[in-house]
């Protein structure tokens, strides 16, 4: 065996262990009743409209304040209760090339990593675009008001109770029928409520990659570590771009300076 041929070996046996693209499509090991439909559909109904409603007036009411923390603890408890409340929610698994199963854990950790790089480089672009840079730091004055460690665990909780609602119940709710599209134009209409372009333009290109995430692993497990990963370095890192300051300290994770 020459050299190359020893190289391409190894590389094979590399990639068995690689996960499979975000266009492959999990089969699910479990049917619904027609009973649990129902239920589900009609629970997600309601939901969506409370959720963006209290959505809505948490980023109306002014940033760091009493008001502010107990609408955005009050729209994520909304998207978990709604959630439960809607019927059985799956974990979800990557199936790599040589078809073993495993938990999703590496793949969506570099998968936000990937994301934030991404919207980091699109940031540097926005500052010099006057309407985006405004609707940013708009949303990054959330940043730059109350406790470090109130406006990482804002931040980190609703992520994770998005995920568990959009791509949990509501993806459930709208399959077998275009669910990533479905939850993705949802996500995004729901974000229109914030009045804010850089949120929605934001919201429609991430839920897009979570909503692909949960048809690759027909699970919530993967978009909820990709979204909390993509957030926390987002707030970590976007505000001092922006002339922000996480918390009016220096930025870092639980308020630790750097």
């Known amino acids: 065996m020459t050299r190359t041929d020893g190289l391409r070996a190894v590389a094979r046996r590399l990639t068995r262990h690689l996960p499979k693209g975000l266009g492959h499509r999990a089969v699910p090991d479990y049917v619904e009743s027609p009973a649990v439909v129902r239920r589900r559909r009609r629970v997600v109904a309601g939901t969506t409209l409370v959720g963006t409603t209290l959505l809505g007036a948490s980023l109306q009411s002014p940033p760091g304040s009493r008001r502010f923390y107990g609408l955005t603890a009050a729209t994520a408890a909304t998207w978990v209760g709604g959630a439960v409340a809607s019927g059985p929610l799956h974990r979800g698994w990557v199936e790599l090339r040589s078809d073993r199963l495993v938990r999703p854990v590496l793949t969506p950790l570099a998968t936000g990593a990937g994301a934030f790089g991404a919207f ?24 730059d008001a109350g406790r470090p460690s109130a406006v990482l665990a804002t931040t980190l909780v609703n992520g994770f109770a998005e995920e568990v609602f959009f791509r949990g119940a509501l993806y459930e709710a709208v399959a077998p029928t275009h669910p990533v599209v479905q939850s993705t134009a949802t996500y995004t209409l729901v974000t229109a409520a914030t009045r804010n372009p850089s949120l929605m333009l934001a919201g429609a290109v991430m839920s897009t990659l979570f909503g692909l995430q949960r048809r690759a692993t027909g699970g919530i497990q993967a978009p909820i570590i990709t979204h909390v990963t993509w957030s926390a370095l987002m707030l970590r890192y976007l505000p001092p771009l922006f002339g922000k300051r996480l918390g009016g300290t220096s930025v870092g994770v639980a308020g630790s300076s750097v």
């Open 120 to 143: 980091y480089a699109a940031a540097v672009v926005c500052r010099r675009i006057p309407l985006l840079r405004d609707a940013i730091s708009s949303v990054l004055s959330f940043a």
